[in-house]
């Protein structure tokens, strides 16, 4: 295929981006995505030299097309410019398609952009550099190190818990986190207390306080408070006999500063908290923020890169960003200089914060173009990124001490002097309500109470409080977090219950095991100093080579001795039970898998008798007969949730739980049953299926719609509705 000088190629990861660029570009520039990585470490085997750990890449099976087009289109052009996310992944990929497309009459050029802008994409071009050989060789570092680890310890996990489980050099750090804490919860003794608080009147004003010093003492919560009722008693006691009087009233100013603008973790712990919106939801949702909505007929990114986790904004942004402010709400809500943030130990400086791309597109202009989800995402970058430029918030604090001989009551009030940041970002500044207007003098007590309490321990993490906790202790990195998560859940090593992640029996023991061999290699410490390691690598401090070598060398020596303890270790893992086997009355053994603890039959492989063994307690009777054998069946719980199981063991019928609700389908027989999607929600369907297709997620109620008259209601967070003709029904 002839080629023309005059044109150049841009290679992007996504499809979604390529028609923004073409425009921005303009003539003489064509676009063309390689949909993500295009080759890596081979599928089935471990593709790293174990003398000289030099990996081996290969074209990923379902890439093989987009390789095959990348090369045709490529040989019509001699400039090639590679245009791949600004960051180690990105760099990366670009090094795979220059080492497959490569030729010497080719020249290939990097192009780096942090937001999908007009202006941002023409200056990239302009400033387009070499391939970063550095963040390359962290990227490889990083890859090697959880292929190491994954391919050298998996199987041994295979061997002695169940097939199907896996190790990660940050996966299973981060399980440790949850497993820890499942164990503290587990082991926390509640200490009681009584916290004593009194209502006092001055001149028609009421004050609500608390204990805090009793006979020279602290006294207030859960620390310094009384510990038993009897303690309380007598400093109701003596609380009711005295005089009181108010001995100081003291007010100050509080000055508050606005938080820094958003990075990667920051920014899932906030949507999490404030939208609910989980950290996967999160990143998908700023993904398309980021790459763009059509705005005045053109694409356009509306935030920058989202995986970052420094803190810094451009000088140019900045003085847009100061100039919005000082346009809207004056020179007095701008703050005195430019206010800059110093990013936290570890952290990467590649890019920007996360912020708009355009500060003038507010979320009231955005609000005709973006789904509430985008826009809720928006609005929460949007208000934090303008806040950072405003002038601080003024907090008036009063406290009050109610004194008398033994004892000092205190309260404590807040509020706000001077907005600040706050009109801009609200929910940053949260203060106490007001205390009335009062002064020193006499008080009059109206009412002292004492309530029993216990300490609680910490609580479980939830997604974003892990991905928090994983940034504080410099576990992975902002593109690691979701994906780790999804690997925990995926393997069932924690499930999501009520918001909160609980380790599941396999989780737990994986964990201990993986800590009991490997205690260095899964030591929270030495997983953030290899992080620190590759940190160096992408500055050019450290080779790959060093940096692979310090995992593998523990590693190589941890897995010999797990190794020599391969028959102890398996022989832990089974316990003989007093039960016999129902098929050929042998012993049954307690033994650990994928799913959990079950019984088997010790005559295996002649006897394939097994049984999950956390069902027998939770087995109930039912009235549905096996229709294989006749028998009553059992309802049991199984990681699916409920389900039918045939009484007898050596049957091993199963089907799905009705729930007493007839289909509402015309000339339909069947009934309603529970079933699980392929991502374990439950929903009901048809018996029948798939003779009769119909299915609600809702809970069925045996209730006809008195309005419609559909034979079958649904139940709802917020009642009764009728699936038909979606009404509510009292």
Same mark, same amino acid.
């Given at each position: ?569 398996? /022989?832990?893992?089974? #316990?003989?039970?007093?039960?016999? !086997? +129902?098929? %050929? =009355?042998?012993?049954? $053994? *307690?033994?650990?898998? &994928? ?99 119909? /299915?609600?997620?809702? #809970?069925?109620?045996?209730?006809? !719609? +008195?309005? %419609? =008259?559909?034979?079958? $209601? *649904?139940?709802?967070? &917020? ?12």
């Amino acid at each position: 295929m002839s080629r023309d000088a005059n044109r150049k190629l841009v290679i992007i990861e996504s499809p979604a981006k390529a028609k923004s660029l073409k425009n921005y570009l303009g003539k003489g520039w064509d676009v063309v995505a390689s949909y993500g990585h295009v080759r890596d470490l081979p599928l089935n085997r471990i593709g790293v030299n174990s003398e000289t750990l030099e990996p081996t890449y290969t074209v990923l099976p379902k890439k093989r097309a987009a390789v095959a087009k990348l090369r045709k289109v490529a040989s019509a052009y001699d400039k090639i410019y590679l245009a791949a996310d600004p960051d180690r992944e990105g760099e990366a990929i670009c090094w795979h398609i220059f080492k497959l497309l490569q030729k010497k009459d080719v020249e290939f050029k990097r192009i780096r952009f942090n937001s999908i802008t007009r202006d941002a994409i023409r200056a990239a071009s302009e400033a387009a550099s070499d391939i970063d050989m550095d963040l390359v060789d962290a990227q490889q570092a990083r890859r090697v190190m959880d292929r190491l680890v994954g391919y050298k310890i998996s199987p041994y996990l295979w061997r002695t818990v169940g097939k199907g489980l896996s190790a990660g050099r940050v996966q299973t750090v981060a399980l440790r986190l949850i497993v820890e804490r499942e164990r503290a919860i587990s082991s926390f003794i509640p200490k009681e207390f009584w916290p004593v608080t009194a209502e006092f009147e001055q001149s028609g004003s009421r004050l609500q306080t608390k204990l805090f010093r009793f006979s020279g003492k602290r006294a207030d919560g859960d620390k310094y408070s009384p510990s038993t009722g009897e303690k309380a008693d007598h400093i109701l006691d003596r609380v009711r006999k005295a005089s009181w009087e108010i001995t100081s009233v003291e007010d100050k100013e509080k000055k508050r500063k606005p938080v820094p603008p958003f990075i990667t973790s920051s920014l899932q712990v906030a949507a999490s908290g404030r939208l609910s919106i989980p950290p996967a939801v999160t990143m998908r949702i700023a993904q398309d923020l980021y790459e763009g909505f059509e705005i005045d007929g053109e694409n356009t990114g509306l935030i920058t890169y989202m995986r970052t986790d420094s803190v810094r904004i451009e000088p140019s942004a900045m003085e847009d960003c100061r100039n919005y402010i000082r346009g809207k709400w004056g020179a007095e809500l701008l703050s005195p200089k430019p206010r800059r943030y110093r990013a936290s130990g570890g952290a990467q400086d590649a890019h920007e914060a996360i912020r708009p791309t355009d500060v003038k597109r507010t979320p009231q202009a955005m609000a005709g173009i973006l789904d509430p989800r985008h826009l809720k995402l928006y609005t929460l970058i949007w208000n934090r990124y303008v806040a950072t430029q405003m002038s601080d918030a003024t907090i008036a604090e009063t406290v009050i001490l109610v004194s008398s001989e033994d004892a000092v009551f205190k309260a404590t009030g807040q509020k706000i002097v001077h907005p600040g940041f706050s009109i801009a970002d609200p929910a940053q500044l949260k203060v106490t309500s007001e205390i009335p207007p009062l002064v020193v003098g006499t008080a009059i007590l109206l009412n002292v109470s004492s309530e029993q309490k216990f300490t609680k321990p910490l609580p479980r993490y939830s997604e974003a409080a892990l991905v928090s906790e994983m940034k504080k202790k410099a576990i992975g990195r902002p593109s690691t977090y979701v994906s780790i998560i999804a690997t925990l859940k995926k393997r069932a090593y924690v499930e999501l219950k009520e918001k909160k992640l609980f380790p599941t029996e396999v989780g737990i023991v994986t964990t201990e095991l993986l800590i009991k061999l490997f205690p260095h290699l899964f030591d929270i410490g030495f997983t953030a100093r290899l992080e620190d390691l590759l940190d160096l690598v992408a500055s050019g401090k450290k080779s790959y080579t060093e940096a692979v070598s310090q995992l593998y060398t523990p590693l190589a020596a941890s897995l010999e001795e797990a190794m020599r303890r391969l028959p102890e270790i398996k /022989a832990s893992m089974v #316990k003989e039970t007093s039960e016999k !086997c +129902p098929l %050929c =009355g042998k012993t049954l $053994l *307690e033994k650990m898998g &994928k799913f959990g603890k079950f019984l088997a039959c010790s005559g295996f492989p002649s006897c394939r008798y097994t049984r999950p063994l956390e069902e027998d307690s939770e087995a109930l009777a039912s009235d549905v007969k096996c229709s294989k054998c006749g028998r009553n069946m059992m309802i049991r719980k199984g990681r699916y949730g409920r389900y039918l199981a045939c009484s007898d063991p050596s049957c091993t019928h199963t089907q799905p739980v009705p729930v007493g609700v007839k289909c509402p389908v015309d000339k339909c027989s069947g009934d309603l049953v529970e079933r699980r999607s392929r991502k374990g929600k439950l929903f009901y369907s048809c018996s029948r299926y798939p003779d009769c297709d119909f /299915a609600m997620w809702s #809970k069925p109620v045996d209730r006809e !719609c +008195p309005r %419609c =008259g559909f034979p079958v $209601l *649904e139940e709802k967070k &917020k009642g009764v509705y009728c699936p038909n003709c979606k009404k509510k029904i009292d």
